[in-house]
């Protein structure tokens, strides 16, 4: 059971409030994973009562999950820890009457989760300090993006750090959460028989792909602003690969795991100015079919700017300039209303020197994080009947089916635990967050030099006719 705390959810009306941290709270209170005099804060401007708020997050959490997961019993006892607070962000005024309503507490601990436009979040860690409610027991979650390229979000670290030690500072993302994304460093660091072939001299390349058949919702406005390449990329996508990429940390803490996470982004090779042409492509997709369904082109969407050139698909050919991956491009492909759901890094080896039974098809290793966690590894094997006719067949693991006895927890379950725990292991340090902003900033402006217009694609489909290209001129197919 974890420690008492306050956690303090500004943005407590939002989608990320409803939609993950409440439910994930919930269910962290059924497992008694909650100390029983945890507190859960809601703080948002809309003029909503305690019984209000209940009700509201009681629907979302209801719809979020399954039957079987919702009790109502279960629900009026979380709902005891539950309450709102009605309050303007950017009002110093209002963090004295927050401060007077949570009342005195020495020594208790604090949580103050940010699941607001980055924008606030200096404005909030500022008052919070002023109204006397950023002690040494205190500590803040940031949600992404942080920042909108580098400068800003240096500004943010260093308005954070004026507040808080960098020891209290959580920046959270939640594809870190994963179960199948910690079972990639299991997979490398507690099993031999990787190891000696995780490097160039084995590895063809390498595939990480985020596709989502979704379009921009409710976040049009947000997202227009931002893009596929601060969204995804700067984030998600460079967080997998550094978990692909780095060393075996010395040990499994949080300072030298993130150092080693620091290395692979700093030996990233740039990639500036007409170079965006050859080894990225971004996209924005159009009308087409997803599940069978008409759905409208990106600049039809609500809050979209009618002749936005926002990307909502981008690929990018990366490479690590260091000794194990040199030579070894990392595509990395994320994109909306795309084909199909899914979340998946593919490890592609070099084919076998000498193909003594004719044609074969090179050994892939594949680690889906959705729609299903599993990881599997495709070798070649001989079909029954006569003559040597090889065939390719996978050797599954199913995270699920093995661990069918333990439910599978959410990754806003386990990061949430492990703030209140104090573990930030799976969380980004701030060199993380400005060595990945030096690697995209070159890019975004290359765009805006020599590649504004992003190339238009389907809605269902792959993504651009470039996407294919940047793999099939080098001989390499997306999977």
């Known amino acids: 059971m974890s420690v008492s705390c306050d956690m303090l959810v500004f943005g407590g009306t939002g989608d990320l409030a409803l939609h993950k941290l409440i439910p994930a709270l919930y269910h962290l209170h059924l497992e008694r994973r909650l100390h029983p005099q945890m ?14 708020y209940l009700q509201l997050a009681e629907r979302h959490c ?16 979380f709902s005891e820890r539950l309450d709102y607070f009605a309050m303007d962000a950017s009002q110093r005024g209002d963090f004295v009457r927050l401060a007077h309503h949570l009342g005195h507490a020495e020594g208790r601990l604090r949580i103050y989760y940010l699941a607001t436009a980055p924008g606030l979040f200096a404005p909030i860690a500022a008052n919070l300090e002023a109204a006397g409610l950023a002690n040494e027991q205190a500590r803040v979650v940031l949600e992404k993006p942080i920042g909108h390229d580098l400068a800003s979000a240096l500004a943010i670290n260093a308005a954070i750090g004026q507040v808080f030690a960098e020891s209290r500072i959580y920046r959270i993302d939640h594809y870190l959460g994963k179960e199948t994304v910690q079972n990639l460093m299991a997979l490398r660091f507690a099993n031999a028989l990787f190891e000696p072939i995780w490097r160039a001299g084995h590895i ?26 601060r969204d995804m990329v700067q984030n998600h996508l460079l967080q997998l690969l550094c978990l692909v990429a780095m060393e075996a940390p010395v040990r499994f803490d949080a300072e030298s795991v993130r150092n080693e996470k620091v290395k692979v982004l700093e ?12 080894k990225t492509v971004r996209g924005q997709y159009i009308a087409g079919q997803v599940g069978g369904h008409d759905v409208p082109a990106y600049y039809f969407e609500r809050h979209v700017d009618n002749d936005s050139d926002t990307e909502t698909f981008v690929a990018v050919q990366a490479e690590i300039d260091n000794w ?34 004719g044609n074969s098809q090179a050994n892939r290793l594949v680690i ?45 379950e386990r990061l949430l635990l492990d703030v209140i725990e104090g573990d930030s292991t799976l969380f980004m340090r701030h060199d993380e967050v400005e060595a990945a902003w030096r690697w995209v900033d070159p890019i975004l402006k290359g765009w805006q030099g020599y590649y504004r217009k992003p190339r238009p694609y389907p809605a269902g489909s792959n ?13 390499r197919y997306w999977a």
């Not at 507190?39 to 209000?52: E, F, G, K, N, Y």
């Not at 209801?62 to 009026?76: D, G, K, N, V």
């Not at 063809?204 to 390449?229: F, P, S």
Request: proline fraction near 6%.
């Open 39 to 52: 507190r859960i804060v809601a703080l948002a401007r809309q003029a909503l009562s305690r019984d209000a």
């Open 62 to 77: 209801r719809a979020q999950l399954p039957r079987s997961e919702f009790q109502h019993e279960s629900w009026l006892e």
């Open 204 to 229: 063809d390349h390498v595939q990480i792909t985020v596709g989502e058949t979704l379009g921009v919702e409710n976040r049009g406005g947000y997202y227009d602003q931002a893009g596929a390449m």
């Open 267 to 278: 030996a990233l090779k740039p990639i500036t100015g007409l170079d965006v042409q050859d």
């Open 324 to 357: 194990r991956w040199s030579g070894v491009p990392f595509y990395l492909r994320t994109g909306k209303r795309m084909a199909k759901k899914t979340s998946e890094i593919i490890i592609e080896f070099k084919p076998v020197p000498h193909m003594l039974f």
């Open 368 to 412: 889906r994080l959705q729609p299903d966690e599993c990881i599997s590894l495709q070798l070649m094997a001989k079909a029954p009947g006569k003559g040597m006719q090889l065939e390719p067949v996978e050797l599954d693991l199913n995270l699920a089916h093995v661990f069918r006895q333990k439910r599978r927890w959410d990754a806003y």
């Open 463 to 475: 993504g651009p006719e470039q996407a294919r290209q940047l793999l099939e001129r080098h001989g």
